[in-house]
């Protein structure tokens, strides 16, 4: 992961999260040849939502090469925040949700985490489990992603990556770095009208940034 200094606007990293960046960065690029397109996109200086694509429980790592040592920070089912892990996972940047219930306060932990300068991980899947074509977006489509980008009047960002549903076969990972969508004009309407408009805009914007990722790779 990129050495850059921390970036305005973002809280240093935790211990834990700096170490394993700085153990698997290294590997990512021996064995994965992670390349990342695009980063200059990439809002500067302050927080955002990421927006990616789904495909494998190891995603938030590579998905953080292109910040590092900026922390993402990512929510993560509640279950798991139970001794002895619960520590990690928040020194790691996870924070929980209850998936499936319509979780408010995660949303309002995401948003607030938003305001104060971090850069929030929301899979808008949802889910990784059940796919078979990485180019392929899961239905339904969650507003989790859209909604914390309103509520914190920040911007969201899409991003597709690849390779990562295959770890285990030393795929090629290649992230695509997407602009923000554009959401301005719905910050004015009701937050629900707002957060359907927004949460099409950006599987949209996924499904280009896929199709452009796959015809990268088409042309190697």
């Known amino acids: 992961m990129a050495t850059t200094s921390v970036r305005k606007g973002s809280r240093r990293p935790t211990v834990a999260y700096f170490l394993c960046g700085v153990f698997v960065a290294p590997l990512l690029r021996l064995f994965n040849r992670i390349r990342v397109y695009e980063a200059e996109r990439l809002p500067v200086g302050q927080g955002f939502v990421l927006a990616p694509n789904h495909l494998s429980i190891a995603d938030p790592w590579p998905l953080s090469y292109p910040f590092f040592p900026r922390q993402l920070r990512f929510m993560a089912k509640a279950d798991?925040?139970?001794?002895?892990?619960?520590?990690?996972?928040?020194?790691?940047?996870?924070?929980?949700?209850?998936?499936?219930?319509?979780?408010?306060?995660?949303?309002?932990?995401?948003?607030?985490?938003?305001?104060?300068?971090?850069?929030?991980?929301?899979?808008?899947?949802?889910?990784?489990l059940g796919k078979t074509d990485w180019t392929k977006l899961r239905d339904p489509f969650h507003r989790g992603a859209a909604l914390v980008a309103l509520q914190a009047d920040a911007p969201l960002v899409p991003m597709a990556i690849m390779g990562t549903d295959r770890l285990a076969r030393l795929a090629r990972i290649r992230i695509l770095c997407g602009p923000p969508v554009d959401i301005d004009d719905l910050r004015a309407l009701p937050r629900r009208e707002a957060a359907v408009t927004a949460t099409q805009r950006l599987r949209t914007a996924l499904e280009e940034l896929l199709a452009g990722l796959q015809a990268r790779e088409q042309k190697r």
């Open 80 to 128: 798991l925040f139970r001794f002895p892990i619960r520590g990690a996972l928040r020194s790691l940047g996870a924070f929980p949700v209850r998936r499936g219930r319509g979780d408010i306060d995660a949303l309002e932990t995401a948003a607030e985490l938003v305001r104060e300068g971090e850069i929030v991980l929301v899979f808008p899947e949802g889910t990784r």
